[in-house]
């Protein structure tokens, strides 16, 4: 007998005959003597429908209303789920976050999971029942709903399997595993059978879509073995391990793991800032008080004038609030203008056999630059590379970077 977390994202529970095929996997996992806890997403695009809502309602929306409305998609799919088990004679329940609880910050629509009563879902699912508990949310320390961010429902599934020191955690979804690269861009991107959890952390964060960030880093910290399959069809999936999975040289001998591309970027560029002590403490301070987070950053010093022009990027949903602040901020922090822009994008390549070799961002530059596509930033980390180019690029830009770095499968059309 297991111990099993399965998570199950937006397209698996995309209407009642996939969730009623979602209900068939777990009841083989309950018939075969396992404990089950469920997490689910939304319905496909019902998270994105009352997204829309709040913003026609107010740009400015306030994120505790924001949480009321959007989390109310997750809590549809796990009632639905557990009617449907229960109609196939699976004894389940479902949870709500603030059931069990689920804590969270106070952060609301960008809070963290602070701690799980493990007790009350331990003690259900050691009694037989299947706990279906709506992934994304949980409530805050004012006792209000809080989410946890787009994507939120892979940190809630890990985060409910650290806590019941499940054995597994699988997060299935509507592909079949990790790949180099998004195979609806490069056909002849290739799966993967393992991924080390800080390639999977890096390529999280840049823009694969597989698995959210925090979920990774949050199974990395815990040790919680993660698999990636496919709600649609039978497959070994894509497992999420530790390096000492690996045998001797194994990650070495593959230079670039995969190829990531994010197009939830807006730019922000700040002119004409004065170039002294404090300056940039003084735009990213109330950025971060705000909950904004800021990704790439790049300075720009202009020797005749002592000014500097910043520009860095946030995600695209925070770039009304991110320009609200900064232009609350104008008097301390001296700027003269202020532009945004969208149409961009960040391509990212991954791998830790970086590590051990030399030259990756310079073929990546040269690669790029062959093909006529700008550079408009440059971040890099021990184990990736990333650069942010005009939108327009993004699939030209996957497509020779993947065939530069030898990625492309043999057997592929």
Request: proline share 2%; hydrophobic share 45%; with cysteine.
């Amino acid at each position: 007998m297991a111990r099993i977390v399965m998570k199950f994202g937006g397209t698996s529970m995309a209407g009642i005959e996939r969730i009623r095929a979602v209900a068939e996997r777990i009841k083989r996992e309950h018939e075969a003597g396992n404990e089950v806890a469920v997490i689910v997403s939304a319905m496909a695009g019902e998270t994105d429908r009352l997204v829309q809502f709040c913003r026609e309602a107010s740009s400015l929306y306030d994120p505790r209303e924001y949480d009321v409305v959007v989390s109310s998609g997750e809590q549809v799919s796990s009632g639905l789920l557990a009617i449907m088990l229960q109609s196939m004679d699976v004894p389940a329940r479902s949870w709500m976050g603030w059931q069990l609880p689920i804590q969270t910050s106070d952060a609301h629509s960008s809070a963290r999971i602070s701690g799980i009563d493990k007790d009350i879902l331990g003690e259900a699912i050691a009694g037989g029942q299947v706990a279906v508990i709506p992934g994304f949310q949980g409530v805050s320390g004012d006792g209000r709903v809080a989410t946890l961010g787009r994507g939120g429902s892979d940190t809630s599934a890990v985060a409910v399997a650290a806590a019941m020191k499940a054995d597994r955690c699988d997060i299935y979804t509507d592909v079949d595993g990790v790949y180099t690269t998004d195979p609806r861009i490069v056909p002849r991107a290739r799966k993967l059978a393992k991924v080390t959890y800080e390639e999977m952390l890096e390529l999280a964060s840049v823009g694969a879509k597989v698995l959210q960030t925090r979920s990774v880093g949050l199974a990395m910290k815990h040790g919680v073995p993660l698999k990636v399959l496919s709600s649609f069809e039978e497959g070994a999936g894509t497992l999420i391990v530790d390096e000492s999975a690996f045998e001797e040289g194994e990650m070495e001998e593959q230079l670039i793991t995969g190829i990531a591309h994010d197009k939830n970027e807006a730019k922000v560029t700040l002119t004409a800032v004065a170039d002294k002590p404090g300056s940039v403490a003084n735009i990213f301070t109330p950025l971060a008080d705000a909950d904004i987070n800021v990704d790439m950053i790049v300075q720009n010093f202009a020797r005749d004038t002592g000014n500097t022009d910043v520009t860095f990027t946030v995600p695209k949903d925070d770039l009304a609030r991110a320009l609200d602040v900064l232009e609350g901020a104008k008097e301390a922090i001296g700027y003269r203008e202020i532009a945004s822009d969208t149409n961009i994008t960040k391509i990212s390549v991954v791998g830790v056999g970086m590590r051990s070799h030399a030259g990756v961002a310079s073929t990546m530059f040269q690669t790029l630059a062959d093909r006529g596509i700008n550079i408009l930033a440059i971040t890099t980390s021990e184990i990736k590379v990333s650069v942010l180019i005009e939108e327009d690029y993004t699939e030209l830009a996957v497509r020779v970077l993947h065939t530069a770095y030898g990625l492309d499968a043999e057997d592929a059309a």
